[in-house]
T-cell receptor, first 110, second 117 residues
Framework: EDQVTQSPEALRLQEGESSSLNCSYTVSGLRGLFWYRQDPGKGPEFLFTLYSAGEEKEKERLKATLTKKESFLHITAPKPEDSATYLCAVQATGYQKVTFGTGTKLQVIP | DARVTQTPRHKVTEMGQEVTMRCQPILGHNTVFWYRQTMMQGLELLAYFRNRAPLDDSGMPKDRFSAEMPDATLATLKIQPSEPRDSAVYFC???????????????FGDGTRLSIL
């Protein structure tokens, strides 16, 4: 059974204080690993897809990386508007089903 | 930007009543997913469709939940009878599921917040 574990559950940063969120996964064969951002009262918003170990994707202050067992979401010089819950999900080869982690709630303090 | 549309956004009803939630997927997407999100469990997959055919509904309590896609522009999730433990946010997502291609992301609506009294 596919499993996704995210850590930490919650993270509080000062504005400008860079950090990383972790997503550890177990899947029979990786078809794709996804990062989403979720704001209160909203649905998850797609950020990145990573397909193979060694791949990296960037968007503004966010950079996602992938190894065979985990993915990191690096946040460089975060701003208060980066405050949200970040979700990681994996899709196994041959399946449409996506398994989500429980998320990391990020709070960036001005 | 194209978006998944869900209605209603909020629903409060009494235990035992029928609840119907609707979803309009993004035009051209051929897979539709229903999720339930709670503080305790996070996002749980209830059911999903590909080309309007149900592929997996093993996440749903079969005795009270049903999911259908009467046409390509509408997906419905029904609960009958509803129970207080069904209170949660229900999300619909759509995507492009193409056999043999790398994973395609799902795009979510803003959910239906359901409260069963």
């Amino acid at each position: 059974e596919d499993q996704v574990t995210q850590s930490p559950e919650a993270l509080r940063l000062q504005e400008g204080e860079s950090s990383s969120l972790n997503c550890s996964y177990t899947v029979s064969g990786l078809r794709g690993l996804f990062w989403y951002r979720q704001d209160p009262g909203k649905g998850p918003e797609f950020l990145f897809t990573l397909y193979s170990a060694g791949e990296e994707k960037e968007k503004e202050r966010l950079k996602a990386t992938l190894t065979k067992k985990e993915s990191f979401l690096h946040i460089t010089a975060p701003k208060p508007e980066d405050s949200a819950t970040y979700l990681c999900a994996v899709q196994a080869t041959g399946y449409q089903k996506v398994t989500f982690g429980t998320g990391t709630k990020l709070q960036v303090i001005p | 930007d194209a978006r998944v549309t869900q209605t209603p956004r909020h629903k409060v009803t009494e235990m035992g009543q029928e609840v119907t939630m609707r979803c309009q997927p993004i035009l051209g997407h051929n897979t539709v997913f229903w999720y339930r999100q709670t503080m305790m469990q996070g996002l749980e997959l209830l059911a999903y469709f590909r080309n309007r055919a149900p592929l997996d509904d093993s996440g749903m309590p079969k005795d009270r939940f049903s999911a259908e896609m009467p046409d390509a522009t509408l997906a419905t999730l029904k609960i009958q009878p509803s129970e207080p433990r069904d209170s949660a946010v229900y999300f619909c997502a759509s995507g492009l599921g193409v056999q043999g291609r790398d994973g395609q992301p799902q795009h979510f609506g803003d959910g239906t917040r359901l409260s069963i009294l």
